[in-house]
């Protein structure tokens, strides 16, 4: 070793991984109890080995008295969500944050890796309060879909098992499983939107029919009482039809003739 007492360096990476996988599981809490749609699923933290900064040091050549700027994972999160859509939402509400800086980010899903790797990347920084008073560290926020994180953990753990030497048929199929997983993401999305598409419609056939049923009892409280059965006729049938346009062409008619009616003409 380089005579470095690491204990000492890792701490404020330690208390930022902390406290960041608090504060940003606090954030999914909050939208959760506020009934809104909460796009984390789940989140992790980790500080890197010092085998493993060490070994990343050599590989990309940064001298050890630069670790602290040249390596930016040793502080890491990583946050899981259901949708590809719901990554990029996670990714504004950081930005908006004020208690980190984004300093720069990496979007490996439009840009996605050789390797198939898909994952969205915040480098920040992060201000670390210690005795000693603020310390800023530079933390990765990994955010990605959990078939992202599916593909991610197994090629991790194999290029781990064979010492990233993958025989080239090996990297070939993990290829073609990161396209796979990203297929899997793309349809579960259209899936989704096919069920929010169908919610707004139900939401827009219950407003319009409120609003036709209340006009029929306006026109009832002119006294119009024979137009009135005629409009609820009408409206039984299209209700059943399940014809939302011409529940709204109804309820224009039912407007015009509460129009007249106020103005004190005859049904
Ligand atoms: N499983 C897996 N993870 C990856 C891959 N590429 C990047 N990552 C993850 O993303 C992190 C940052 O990767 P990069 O943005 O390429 O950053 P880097 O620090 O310049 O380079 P490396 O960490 O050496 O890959 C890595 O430390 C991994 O956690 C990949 O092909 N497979
Ligand atoms: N930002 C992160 N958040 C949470 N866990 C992470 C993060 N980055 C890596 N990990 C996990 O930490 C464990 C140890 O990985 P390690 O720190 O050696 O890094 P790596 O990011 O895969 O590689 P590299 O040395 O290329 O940066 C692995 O299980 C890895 O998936």
Known sequence: ???????????????????????????????????????????????????????????????????????????????????????????DLIRQRKDLTLVYEKDYITHYKESGYRSYHLIVEYPVQTSLGSKPVLAEIQIRTLAMNFWATI??????????????????????????AFLLDT????????????QQDFEESSVIVRRVLNEIQELYFFRRVREAAQFQLRFNELWEQDDVWGLKELSLEIQAALDRAGKGGTS
Not at 155 to 180: C, I, M
């Open 155 to 180: 090629e991790h753990s194999l290029n781990y098992k064979y010492r990233d030497q993958l025989p080239t048929h090996v990297r070939d199929r993990l290829r073609k499983a990161a396209e796979a």
């Open 1 to 91: 070793m380089d005579g470095r007492d690491w204990g000492k360096f890792l701490l404020p990476y330690e208390q930022a991984a902390e406290e960041l996988k608090v504060k940003l599981k606090a954030l999914r809490s909050e939208l959760k109890a506020r009934d809104e749609y909460a796009p984390i699923e789940f989140i992790t933290g980790r500080v890197k080995r010092v085998s493993s900064i060490l070994e990343k040091a050599r590989r990309l050549s940064v001298p050890l008295d630069r670790i602290e700027m040249g390596i930016e994972d040793i502080a890491g999160i990583r946050i899981m969500c259901q949708f590809v859509d719901d990554i990029y939402r996670v990714a």
């Open 187 to 198: 349809e579960m999305s259209s899936i989704r939107q096919e069920i929010v598409d169908a």
